[in-house]
């Protein structure tokens, strides 16, 4: 067996040692004649896990007593309609952030429900960049100011927390969540579909502030309602259960890793390696704004795009493979979330030095 180094934006690499425990664990979990994805999720066995899953996050990521943590299903896009849905209030319009496309798509569903606000948008330098905290257009009246501190796409990453005073920032942490330490109590709300950094997709993790709970408008679908899944332990229906067990071992890993902190140490070198390879020649090239450079999602060019497709075949000979970028960018794209090994980064640099030694 091989294990390739998988740069897949998403579905991502899961770390070896959780899909081995998780074989381990397959026909029998914990002599119970079962496997977690035929329990009831309501016995006491299932219950267990999803009861650890919750506290080993809450742990990892220091989460605040006066936070909610829901497991729900519907990705990070059913979050896009969640979110004016439940916390508009008496309010009549929400600040929203455009760096990029996971920020234009949360901003067009926003607007089938409330007035948009755009305080800041990168759109004209085509999302290279991150606004500064003075660039901000905030309305002190917003019911909430929604950014996308990582961009997967254009692999565009915020360098600071903006500070929004009174009004509750919500932010899309789809692709950078738990990949360095964060201060939770910053946020009214902190989302993130699994499938990048946390688990199997399927599963849906919203961390709310309580006093954001129980504002959602009359005609706010049940399933879409923050306190219903709130007070009923995400199990108003059946949730996702098996993404829910691997979420949770891939928790444990984390703490193994030396929680955040150990994540944040690999991560930091993995990315510095990568950018450091692709600023050491002209033969390559990253359009991102230096302090706007995602630790998660590279996206990198070659000068000559006539040997993209000789890179990506080359690549994947190596067992380096989804490297190939974003339809709407081009070029490739290296996703090197936690799972990806720092081996996996120094294959793919050594295979970009060999390939310029070869083509240039
Ligand atoms: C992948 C991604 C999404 C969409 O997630 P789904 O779970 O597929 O709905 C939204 N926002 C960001 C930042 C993403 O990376």
Same mark, same amino acid.
């Given at each position: 067996m091989t294990r390739k180094f998988n740069f897949s934006a998403g579905p991502a690499m899961l770390p070896t040692a959780v899909i081995e425990r998780a074989q381990a664990e397959m026909l029998d979990w914990n002599g119970s004649g079962m496997s977690t994805m035929e329990m009831s999720h309501r016995g006491k066995e299932y219950m267990s896990i999803a009861a650890k899953a919750e506290s080993d996050l809450r742990e990892v990521m220091g989460i605040p007593d006066n936070y909610k943590v829901l497991f729900l299903q519907g990705g990070a896009s059913s979050q896009f309609a969640m979110i004016p849905l439940n916390l508009m209030g008496d309010k009549a319009s929400a600040d929203y952030i455009n760096t990029g496309m996971w920020s234009k798509k949360a901003i067009s569903e926003a607007k089938r429900y409330t007035t948009v606000n755009i305080a800041a948008d990168t759109s004209e330098g085509g999302f290279t960049a991150v606004p500064t905290q003075a660039e901000l257009k905030l309305d002190p009246n917003a019911a909430y100011v929604h950014y996308t501190p990582n961009e997967t796409i254009g692999g565009v990453e915020f360098d600071y927390i903006p500070e929004t005073?009174?009004? /509750? #920032?919500?932010?899309?942490?789809?692709?950078? $969540?738990?990949?360095? /330490? #964060?201060?939770?109590?910053?946020?009214?709300? $902190?989302?993130?579909?699994?499938?990048?950094?946390?688990?199997?997709a399927g599963l849906t993790i919203v961390i709310i502030r309580d006093d954001l709970l129980g504002k959602a408008s009359s005609n706010c679908p049940t399933m879409f309602n923050y306190s219903v899944h709130a007070e009923n332990d995400s199990m108003y229906n059946t949730p996702s259960t098996y993404s829910w067990y691997m979420a949770g071992l891939v928790f444990e890993w984390l703490k193994e890793q030396g929680g955040l902190e150990g994540m944040a140490e690999v991560n930091k070198r993995k990315a510095e390696k990568l950018y450091a390879a692709i600023d050491a020649t002209d033969f390559y090239g990253s359009p991102v704004a230096i302090n706007a450079r995602s630790w998660m999602n590279v996206p990198f060019t070659l000068a000559d795009a006539e040997l993209d497709a000789a890179f990506l075949k080359g690549a994947s000979e190596r067992g380096l493979v989804t490297l190939k970028g974003h339809r709407s960018v081009g070029g490739m794209r290296a996703s090197i979330y936690n799972a990806m090994p720092e081996a996996g980064v120094d294959a793919l640099v050594a295979f970009m030095q060999e390939f310029e030694a070869a083509n240039a």
């Amino acid at each position: 067996m091989t294990r390739k180094f998988n740069f897949s934006a998403g579905p991502a690499m899961l770390p070896t040692a959780v899909i081995e425990r998780a074989q381990a664990e397959m026909l029998d979990w914990n002599g119970s004649g079962m496997s977690t994805m035929e329990m009831s999720h309501r016995g006491k066995e299932y219950m267990s896990i999803a009861a650890k899953a919750e506290s080993d996050l809450r742990e990892v990521m220091g989460i605040p007593d006066n936070y909610k943590v829901l497991f729900l299903q519907g990705g990070a896009s059913s979050q896009f309609a969640m979110i004016p849905l439940n916390l508009m209030g008496d309010k009549a319009s929400a600040d929203y952030i455009n760096t990029g496309m996971w920020s234009k798509k949360a901003i067009s569903e926003a607007k089938r429900y409330t007035t948009v606000n755009i305080a800041a948008d990168t759109s004209e330098g085509g999302f290279t960049a991150v606004p500064t905290q003075a660039e901000l257009k905030l309305d002190p009246n917003a019911a909430y100011v929604h950014y996308t501190p990582n961009e997967t796409i254009g692999g565009v990453e915020f360098d600071y927390i903006p500070e929004t005073g009174d009004v /509750p #920032l919500i932010a899309d942490m789809s692709s950078t $969540i738990l990949s360095r /330490p #964060l201060d939770v109590s910053k946020f009214g709300m $902190i989302y993130a579909g699994a499938q990048k950094n946390i688990g199997p997709a399927g599963l849906t993790i919203v961390i709310i502030r309580d006093d954001l709970l129980g504002k959602a408008s009359s005609n706010c679908p049940t399933m879409f309602n923050y306190s219903v899944h709130a007070e009923n332990d995400s199990m108003y229906n059946t949730p996702s259960t098996y993404s829910w067990y691997m979420a949770g071992l891939v928790f444990e890993w984390l703490k193994e890793q030396g929680g955040l902190e150990g994540m944040a140490e690999v991560n930091k070198r993995k990315a510095e390696k990568l950018y450091a390879a692709i600023d050491a020649t002209d033969f390559y090239g990253s359009p991102v704004a230096i302090n706007a450079r995602s630790w998660m999602n590279v996206p990198f060019t070659l000068a000559d795009a006539e040997l993209d497709a000789a890179f990506l075949k080359g690549a994947s000979e190596r067992g380096l493979v989804t490297l190939k970028g974003h339809r709407s960018v081009g070029g490739m794209r290296a996703s090197i979330y936690n799972a990806m090994p720092e081996a996996g980064v120094d294959a793919l640099v050594a295979f970009m030095q060999e390939f310029e030694a070869a083509n240039a």
